[in-house]
């Protein structure tokens, strides 16, 4: 697997624990909105050490942005989210399963949307979000990664709830069977699902369920 160290030219923080970081392009690397790559911290003792991160930048940009959840009990993620413009990464080849299909929902939780962040900047740029819709579950208010650039890209089409706190301007209660139905989907379009490996996991076997062909469910297996 071929590696490719890039700079870290910009930091920013998005929320209490999400860090956007753009970097380096290398020359003639692609890749589709949606794909992931593995990342490592370019240090002798944590070059091995990677874990998975999407691109959240679109392929024509000159530039890599990721944006990433720092976790404490995760040594890789924790020390990215200490790292300084100026320091090196690097990252593999591309990879991943979520890709567009078609006019759809999107069901995210928490990072989970990173990928569809990508996909729909993708159509955005393209004026083509119509017939989307995004669901998109966190804990709490301050929990949620861009929220003002998706309500702008999808006005009412973006739906935010919370699982942890009740408040005025969001739902409540995490994305089932229930909540879809609420909100009157059509079982016949796609669903695209990204979030922890349980939610994903519900969200796939309900939609099945409801009769959703395999086709039509859009996830990384």
């Not at 860090?19 to 944590?46: H, L, W």
């Not at 993708?122 to 003002?148: C, H, P, V, W, Y």
């Not at 309500?151 to 709830?161: I, W």
């Amino acid at each position: 697997m071929e590696a490719h160290t890039v700079n870290i030219l910009e930091i920013e923080e998005l929320t209490h624990d999400v860090r956007r970081i753009v970097t380096e392009k290398p020359a003639g690397y692609s890749f589709n909105p949606g794909q992931a790559t593995e990342m490592a911290v370019n240090v002798p003792d944590m070059k091995e050490e990677r874990r998975p991160f999407t691109f959240t930048s679109l392929n024509s940009d000159e530039r890599l942005e990721f944006i990433i959840k720092v976790y404490h009990t995760d040594g890789v993620t924790d020390i990215i989210g200490k790292l300084k413009v100026g320091d090196d990464l690097n990252i593999h080849d591309v990879w991943g399963a979520i890709e567009y299909k078609g006019p759809g929902y999107f069901l995210a939780g928490g990072a989970g949307i990173t990928p569809f962040l990508a996909i729909l900047r993708q159509l955005s740029s393209e004026g083509n979000l119509d017939g989307n819709m995004l669901f998109f579950s966190n804990k709490t208010k301050r929990d949620i990664i861009a929220e003002q650039e998706l309500k702008n890209m999808l006005g009412d089409h973006a739906v935010m709830t919370l699982t942890r706190e009740n408040h005025s301007n969001y739902e409540y209660g995490h994305i089932d069977m229930d909540f879809l139905e609420k909100h009157n989907v059509d079982f016949s379009r796609y669903f695209y699902v990204c979030g922890t490996a349980k939610m994903t996991e519900k969200l796939v076997e309900a939609l099945k369920q409801k009769g959703v062909s395999e086709d039509k469910i859009v996830y990384e297996h």
